[in-house]
């Protein structure tokens, strides 16, 4: 029973709402103990879904997944350390959506039913938006407000699409359940145009929730608001979830022969966020802030990647798991600056280096994976989109695709130097605990793992996920 | 022509769509929100899908929760509020009359070139669903006072919802259950903001809201 998954961290989310912090935060670790084990299960097991009209283990979703529940157990061991540093009111109503937030995007992970899928990443906007208002500010209070406003707006063309791909199924006369797996088996019989008018409207409100430009305007807002641990689960998680909604529609257009008209739609956006990523960051002076951008950015190069195909639709899968093992080990590192400097602004940190020695280990190796040096995997699924883009003649999409990179690097490392090696005359306020610098190692590790040995069951599932969309390492 | 009964409560939702754009008051606004809603949840029933027991429920449920509960949540968030306040337009309201007439002529166009077989017995139903998905981007962009954007996500829901009447034959009604109860929490959700919207700020209008830019 597939099911099991998002309901154990419903119940215990629930749970999590009545009882007090010191059971609150060991309940957060073992849910997230539990969940990993279930979605080992599940990879090995491969089991059928009970409610099978709506749910279905596919290997796109079981690459989330695994990014899911092993970022979430780090992260929650995490959080332990954070909660102790940092003072936050009704930390139960935290906790509870932290297990809420985990469950909904499970459930994301394993719907196959169209409507389905809609109505589990709307959930994980309602879950999400409490984590962001945690800190009481106005500041925050704006940020959940635009986050909640033009997420649900957004998500909300997305339902518009999911409705025109139902009509799509009326016109061209097709009775099959509702489902991605049915609908790309029919996808011949659709009506093309409304097919068409449905991925448009579906990559749109998605590609909202996944940050793409010009939608991205809440993603900075919302991970710089959050608290560290919410914001690495927003940027390392919740993103891919919105990516897996558009990954999906894409399968159907692909086998309907309609992927031409696809890939240009993905490529425009995800230049597009490419671009607004590179403009912001250069003048950016918040750490967290430039992360977010970041996130933009690496969003941006996973569209780009699906949209080019072949080789590059692999690089980007590849770019999708690490940027979220990265990415959530840099903003829990962003946590502990925050702590240790009390501010957001750039200006007032500095001597990283000798001040915060542990957390600049993890901070410097983190920004050199996520811009794509060697050791890490960025590097590699950089390369592949590269590669493929060479390969299928995009000479134009690929030219402004490495400048924008060029960019990006150089505003990053800029600030990143900064932080790290400017002088700094200020005390610091927290003490790097083991539990608070360990979950970001072993992200990193994994990072660095999966780039020289990846399982071949782990390599079979991204073959078989991109060979549905035209891809593959050919 | 005759016109059959959806034509002519969809009339009233057109004539509720231009009221609401040149609509100055809150209170106002959120009673057109209500009988829109109510009309959208009325309309499956005309359509002639045969009724059973489940639908029946479905049914009445949309009604308790698009004509009721929504509107008056966000009725009791702002009672004490701003219950008396303008919607604080970016756009004039002459500009917005004219801006819903065209809206309305070009919502009928567009649907007469469509041409959907499965709703094509109700003139009415495409034109009204494009202005009520419209005027609620309308009302989301062109007003600066938050519950007025809150209302305009509420009318864009609406109108989905009436397009997606073709699609409610073939869902089961726990799909459409699961997207009305998002609907609702997320309603839920934004009345609790904007509560602490004005607790916070001592006023809805979002141009105070301007700490986080670039």
Known sequence: ?474 | MILNPVDTILTFVLLSVLFSFGSSRLPMLISVVAFQGIVVSIVPFFLGHGMTAGGMTFTIATLLIRGIIIPMSIYIAIKKVAIHREVEPIVGYHASLLCGLGLIVAATYLSRQLNLPSISNYTLLFPTAIALLVTGMFLLMARRNAIAMVLGYIMMENGIYLVGTTFSVRARHIVEFGILLDVLAGVMIMAIILQNIKRTFDDVDTALLRTLKE
């Open chain 1, 1 to 474: 029973m597939v099911e099991i998954i998002f309901i154990v961290p419903f119940i215990t989310g629930l749970f999590a709402f009545f009882v007090p912090k010191q059971i609150g935060r060991p309940l957060l670790v073992f849910t997230g103990a539990i969940h990993l084990l279930l979605s080992l299960l599940l990879w090995k097991n491969r089991p059928e879904a009970y409610f099978s009209d709506y749910f279905a283990v596919t290997p796109e979703g079981l690459l989330s997944l695994l990014v899911i529940s092993l970022l979430f157990f780090l992260i929650s061991i995490y959080t332990i350390g954070y909660l102790e540093a940092s003072k936050i009111q009704a930390e139960n109503i935290f906790t509870g959506f932290m297990l809420l937030f985990l469950s909904t995007m499970t459930m994301v992970t394993l719907s196959d039913h169209i409507m389905i899928m809609w109505i589990a990443i709307e959930a994980t906007t309602l879950t999400s938006a409490p984590l962001i208002y945690t800190h009481r500010s106005g500041a925050s209070l704006e940020a959940t407000w635009k986050y909640v406003l033009i997420c649900s707006v957004g998500i909300a063309m997305a339902l518009l699409g999911s409705v025109f791909v139902t009509l799509a199924m009326d016109i061209g006369q097709v009775d099959a359940p509702l489902s991605f797996s049915a609908l790309t088996q029919v996808a011949k019989s659709l009506d093309p145009l409304w097919l068409k008018a449905g991925f448009v409207f579906i990559l749109v409100g998605y590609g909202t929730k996944m940050g793409l430009a010009p939608m991205h305007t809440w993603l900075p807002d919302a991970h710089s608001e959050a608290p560290s641990p919410a914001s690495a689960l927003l940027s390392g998680v919740l993103l891919n979830c919105a990516y897996l909604g558009i990954f999906k529609t894409n399968k159907i257009m692909y086998a309907a022969g309609l992927n031409d008209f696809s890939s240009l739609i993905l490529i425009v956006f995800g230049l597009m966020s490419i671009l607004a990523a590179a403009t912001f960051i250069l003048k950016q002076n918040e750490y967290k802030r430039m992360l977010a951008y970041s996130s933009i950015e690496n969003m941006g190069i996973i569209a780009v990647g699906t949209g080019i195909g072949g080789i590059a639709a692999y690089g980007a899968i590849i770019c999708m798991i690490h940027h979220s093992l990265i990415k959530s080990s840099l903003f829990l590192s962003s946590g502990n600056i925050l702590l240790g400097y009390g501010n957001r602004l750039i200006t007032n940190t500095g001597d990283m280096v000798s001040r915060m020695p542990k957390t600049f280990i993890a901070f410097f190796s983190g920004f050199a994976g996520i811009s794509g040096f060697p050791p890490f995997g960025i590097f590699i699924g950089e390369l592949f989109i590269i590669v493929g883009a060479f390969r299928s003649g995009r000479y134009v999409t690929i030219g402004i695709f490495i400048a924008a990179l060029c960019v990006i690097f150089a505003g990053f490392a800029n600030q990143i130097m900064k932080i790290s090696f400017d002088k700094f005359d200020g005390t610091i306020q927290i003490k790097e605990k083991a539990s608070m610098v360990w979950p970001q190692y072993i992200l990193l590790l994994t990072s660095l793992i999966f780039c020289f040995y990846m399982p071949d069951t782990v390599y079979q599932t991204i073959v078989d996920a991109v060979t549905a969309v035209g891809g593959g390492l050919r």
